[in-house]
């Protein structure tokens, strides 16, 4: 009788400790959180490609790849451009049509449309950064991306504070040289 409810105890114990293993497995896998970091890309001899690339949900729900890049050419200015790619599912976007940046402070800005003829697929856009990022406050901010569909739609993207800050250092970077 005793070993039955030792047993018995042990299922429920066993039983108890899978569950909060599992719990605390999907609340990993449910966690909001956006992590980017700024990598360097060496390409042809004399260019530099420094980014910065997250994954972030639009008002929807869809899931939008955010990539912003610094492409450093020496002797050259560097231009910094806001890449946009919108996972399956996503909405296609028009061309040529600009891409609207706003703080949470109400100040506004809009990027030129890289791809004025015709983007690479129909869920990808890319956005002439290259006087916006400096004008951006230093102090803590979040950014709205908005990009015009249809029909007095928009597409909005909450950008998070950490990976504004992340896109300001891109502003110092410089070549390497090898």
């Known amino acids: 009788m005793i070993h039955h409810i030792r047993q018995t105890f042990r299922k429920i114990l066993l039983l108890g400790i899978l569950t909060i293993f599992i719990f605390l ?10 992590f980017a970091a700024v990598t360097q890309l060496g390409n042809p001899p004399g260019e530099v490609i420094y980014r910065s690339q997250v994954k972030l949900d639009d008002q929807s729900g869809k899931v939008w790849q ?19 790619v919108g996972f399956p599912g996503s909405a296609e976007l028009i061309h040529p049509q600009p891409l609207r940046i706003t703080t949470n402070t109400g100040k506004n800005w809009q990027a030129d449309d890289i791809f004025v003829d015709e983007a690479p697929a129909p869920t990808i856009g890319q956005y002439d950064f290259t006087e916006i990022l ?12 908005s990009i015009s569909l249809p029909g007095n739609n928009f597409i909005n993207i909450s950008v998070p504070t950490h990976v504004v800050k992340e896109w300001q250092s891109l502003i110092s970077t410089k070549e390497v040289k090898k």
């Open 25 to 34: 497995g999907l609340v990993n896998l449910t966690s909001g959180k956006a």
């Open 66 to 84: 955010v990539v912003l890049f610094k492409q450093v050419n020496s002797g050259q200015s560097s231009n910094i451009n806001l890449r946009l």
């Open 134 to 145: 400096p004008q951006l406050p230093l102090e803590s901010l979040t950014l709205s991306l």
